[in-house]
Nanobody
Framework: QVRLVESGGGSVQAGRSLRLSCATS????????MGWFRQAPGKEREGVAV????????YYVDSVKGRFTISQDNAKDTLYLQMNSLKPEDTAMYYC??????????????????WGQGTQVTVSS
């Protein structure tokens, strides 16, 4: 059974850092992309960062470029999101997700099949 469990969220002041972790288990097939998404109250879920497992390349939404870093530890089957210089507008529930199909964009939320339960990040000014 596939499981994704996020951790590392919390409440911090603007300018501080947090590192989110997503422990995955139960995968017996390829994961094409792994990503971090966030959803603020009243807003749609948006993609924040994507890790392409084959090429080891990454993608970031413009609003977090230069501040967030996505990475993967294969040995631990864990995905990370290092978030620096946090801003109040980063406040949201953060989810990790896995895409297992080879078709479709890794930047599209609807193409992800497996999701964690989320971890809350709150940034105060």
């Amino acid at each position: 059974q596939v499981r994704l469990v996020e951790s590392g969220g919390g409440s911090v002041q603007a300018g501080r850092s947090l590192r989110l972790s997503c422990a995955t288990s139960g995968y017996t097939y390829s994961r094409t992309c792994m990503g971090w998404f966030r959803q603020a109250p009243g807003k749609e879920r948006e993609g924040v960062a994507v890790f392409y497992t084959n090429s080891q390349s990454t993608y970031y939404v413009d609003s977090v470029k230069g501040r967030f870093t996505i990475s993967q530890d294969n040995a631990k089957d864990t995905l990370y999101l290092q978030m620096n210089s946090l801003k109040p507008e980063d406040t949201a529930m953060y989810y990790c997700a896995v895409k297992t199909t080879y078709g479709g964009s890794c930047r599209v939320t609807e193409n992800y099949h497996d999701w964690g339960q989320g971890t809350q990040v709150t940034v105060s000014s």
